[in-house]
């Protein structure tokens, strides 16, 4: 069976998941559509004069160049911005999205996967494509936040055009070469790609109303459910634990199953934990969890001693019984403390007189973040009033209400007990949390108080009610901003950095398979193969204890994935096997029976099923096989009193003409019985003597 994958984009953590194509049985299978929204970075949010210090600061100490004279990259230098605040393009933004994606033809895609909210902002791109009709599977969880976020960044762009207006029709000038050659280097860097070849993939947002038709060809089902396409694949979605509807694809056609294993977490204090035991037993498993290359970008690990530890953790994981390794950790008691920290945070900050903002758009989070935070207020006896500005914050917080089934069983607790799922309905009630659409509303505008704690979009820093109040509290050194780990705050802060004094907290959150997990949990999974990015692969060393072979793939490369099973499973009716007329085979210890019916594909599996006409079976001649043994063929002949003779081979192998056995029949008429390798032919004008011979052929041959 033909399998191939291509991986169009690695992405980097949460908010860019990774993209690839997956060819099974000749169906094309997109897996996730995302958008880089951290190369909104290179524009800026404030369109008026920065006047900025360039600090003696440029992109000679940020990336290592070559100043021999004459060389190209010292004539580069010369003509590049510094990076700085004025070295941000000033103009409405666009989108990056995944660029090897474009090279494809869209109308060819069969099937779209997508694994998590925000694993789909990128759909409407395709979906107002003319070409595009393939069919899009999401959970209902995943559909409807996904949809809230694609709503919630139209919205943030919109109101930037309403604060500075819109572009001008056509190509943006900044993407002229010559205006790219001038940026800075780490700003070149994120428009082209290290490659310099992704300029393609930046378009211009998509409306509200590609929005809507994007969601109309949405399919959304249940984790476990099985939903058949084409009759020929069976797909199944599994909770991955990253986020709330966020989920692992597997995949099942004619004798093999395939895991898509996307960013996952064992231990979730929000989301329904990673069901690993709903991808076990596979053939194939795609790993595409790419928090590592996050946490590689944030940390300075030793590639040898992560190889090291993850050799150990792989001996502990054979001697210990597996999933000790694997749920040993208890991963919410880890995200539990990093709140609290947060939270101590927080209220140092706000007792100081100064105000919090906190533009983390991990929905999960923030919803712990505000339950333990609002309890720590109270317990401090701090009165600071809390805000939650967003265009769908409303909606997202009375569905993740409603949702028990895409929860953790803990939360799920809460409902047989009487408890809200989440501790923001009661706050929102009391009073105590305050959710408004936009920041200038006359209600918000009524009702503000400083100092403020502020949950708010976006974590990029250049859209959203986080850009006005960046602007108004960078001044402030008591105040604080909670930022993702992975923003680059370097670049993300350019805007403010001559006068930033606020206080900048890093938070990192768990986003996937931690690196000593990867090994035990494919020992858990068993399957005969597994795809591993190239990355990856520089990061942990395949153990020899290993029961599956492996292949690495890397971005815009097709890799071949060989069928673990060359045998072919066929299902038979229930009323087609009564009619079966078995015949014992002469040289085997063997039976056969002939078939005939309809051939089909059903949930991914062939199956023979009866024809009409099968409902009255016609006696029909037997079909043989082989080559006759030509001494029994003459006895047969004899005993049916027909006389003949063997004659000699004729045909030369050296020419390379087939050889071929001819028995010469001389009584009771002439005809010739010629035996090849590809078949045996009686020449005679005599019917009732080929009747004859044919009889004595099918004595000494098998046949059905």
């Keep these: 069976m033909f399998m191939e994958l291509t991986c169009l984009s690695r992405g980097s953590g949460i908010h ?45 100490c940020l990336v290592n160049k070559s100043t021999e004279p004459g060389s190209p990259d010292l004539k580069r230098q010369k003509l590049e911005k510094h990076l700085n605040a004025d070295a941000l ?20 895609i069969d099937v779209v996967l997508i694994s998590s909210p925000s694993a789909m902002l990128g759909l409407p791109f395709l979906t107002r494509h003319n070409g595009f009709s393939a069919k899009i599977y999401v959970t209902e969880a995943a ?17 930037y055009r309403q604060f500075y207006g819109p572009e001008e029709a056509g190509v943006p000038q900044w993407m002229n070469w010559e205006e790219l050659e001038s940026l800075p280097s780490a700003l070149r860097e994120i428009v082209l790609g290290t490659d310099g070849i992704e300029l393609g993939g930046w378009m211009q947002l998509y409306s509200a109303a590609d929005v809507e038709d994007s969601v109309k060809e949405l399919h959304t089902l249940k984790y476990g459910e099985e939903v058949c396409y084409n009759g020929a694949i069976v797909l199944i979605a599994s909770s991955s634990g990253l986020e709330i509807g966020a989920c692992n694809w597997t995949i099942k056609c004619p004798n093999t199953s395939i895991a898509c294993i996307s960013n996952s977490v064992f231990g979730s204090a929000h989301a329904l934990e990673f069901d690993y035991h709903a991808v076990q037993g596979n053939d194939v498993v795609i790993y595409a969890d790419n928090s590592f290359t996050s946490i590689l970008e944030h940390a300075d690990i030793d590639s040898s001693s992560t190889a090291t530890n993850i050799s150990l953790s792989l001996s502990v994981f054979y001697s210990s019984g597996g999933e000790d390794i694997l749920l040993g950790i208890d991963e919410t008691k880890e995200e539990r403390e ?16 100064g105000s919090v903002l906190i533009p983390v758009d991990r929905l999960g989070m923030i919803l712990q973040l505000m339950e333990q935070l609002l309890v720590r207020l109270e317990n401090s ?31 799920q607790g809460r409902l047989f007990s009487g408890e809200p799922l989440f501790g923001h309905v009661e706050l929102v009630k009391e009073g105590k949390i305050q959710v408004h659409r936009e920041i200038y509303s006359p209600k918000l505008l009524a009702n503000w108080q400083e100092p403020a704690i502020v949950f708010c979009p976006h974590w990029n820093l250049r859209l959203g009610p986080a850009v006005h109040l960046l602007r108004r509290w960078h001044g402030d050194q008591n105040s604080l901003l909670v930022l993702e780990d992975e923003v680059d705050s370097g670049i993300a802060l350019l805007p403010f950095s001559t006068t930033m004094k606020m206080e900048v907290h890093r938070c990192s959150f768990l986003s996937g398979i931690k690196l000593k997990k990867v090994q035990p949990l494919l020992g858990t ?43 072919l499973d066929l299902d038979i009716a229930p009323e087609v096997i009564p009619q079966l007329q078995w015949r014992s085979l002469r040289e085997e210890n063997l039976s056969i029976a002939r078939l005939k019916g309809k051939l089909a594909m059903r949930n991914g599996k062939h199956l023979i099923f009866p024809r009409d006409e099968l409902a009255h079976p016609k006696s029909e001649p037997l079909l043989h096989w082989g080559s006759p043994d030509l001494q029994r063929l003459l006895t047969s002949l004899s005993e049916m009193g027909v006389s003949g003779s063997l004659l000699e081979n004729s045909g030369n192998k050296e020419r390379g003409t087939a050889t071929a056995s001819i028995v010469h029949i001389q009584e009771p008429n002439k005809a010739l019985v010629e035996v090849r390798e590809t078949g045996t032919t009686i020449i005679t004008s005599d019917k009732k003597l080929a009747s004859l011979i044919f009889e004595a052929v099918s004595c000494v041959l098998d046949g059905v």
Excluded at 32 to 50: G, W
Excluded at 147 to 159: C, G, P, Q, S
Excluded at 533 to 553: G, Q, T, W
């Design 143 to 159: 559909a409807k936040l996904g949809k809230l976020m694609m709503d919630n960044l139209v919205a943030m762009h919109t109101e």
């Design 16 to 60: 860019f998941p990774p993209c690839y194509v997956l060819d099974v049985c000749g169906i094309r299978i997109l897996i996730d559509c995302p958008i880089d929204l951290s190369a909104l970075a290179i524009f800026s949010p404030l369109h008026q004069e920065s006047h900025a210090v360039e600090d003696e600061v440029n992109l000679d």
């Design 89 to 108: 393009i000033r103009a409405e933004p666009w989108y990056k999205t995944v660029t090897n994606l474009h090279l494809w033809n869209i109308a060819f």
């Design 525 to 567: 999974l068993q399957p005969k193969l597994v795809l591993l990015p190239e990355d990856l692969s520089k990061r942990m060393r395949c153990s020899d204890a290993n029961s599956f072979s492996v292949i690495h793939y890397s971005v815009n490369e097709t890799v071949q994935i060989p069928s673990p099973d060359d045998g």
């Design 381 to 411: 006896d701090v009165k600071v009033p809390v805000y939650v500005l967003s265009y769908v914050a409303e909606e997202i917080l009375a569905f993740t209400n409603i949702i028990p089934e895409w929860l953790c069983k803990q939360r």
């Design 338 to 353: 990093n709140l609290d920290y947060i939270c101590t945070r927080v209220i140092a900050s706000v007792k100081a007189g």
